[in-house]
């Protein structure tokens, strides 16, 4: 998958998920509709993390080392 596409991916998810959320706290879906709206925003909601794990495996953070670029993994503190 190109890089270009996982933010709309993820983008589109979050969008998707949003909308999804807003229709079922409004009540008035029928409660079959509100399980498959459930079940679609379980796979949205991990489609958005394995994005964000994706994400932040790939995070680097630049350093300079005896006048060298280097690239070392982002370590979350």
Do not use: W, Y
């Not at 807003?22 to 879906?29: A, H, K, N, V």
């Amino acid at each position: 998958m190109s890089r270009k596409k996982s933010p709309s991916l993820f983008e589109d998810a979050m969008e998707e998920l949003e909308k999804l959320v807003e229709q079922m706290e409004q009540g008035d879906i029928p409660l079959e509709e509100s399980l498959k709206a459930f079940e679609r925003g379980i796979k949205l909601t991990r489609t958005c993390q394995q994005a964000l794990q994706d994400a932040e495996q790939k995070v680097q953070i630049l350093l300079e080392k005896n006048g060298q670029q280097t690239l070392e993994p982002f370590h979350d503190e």
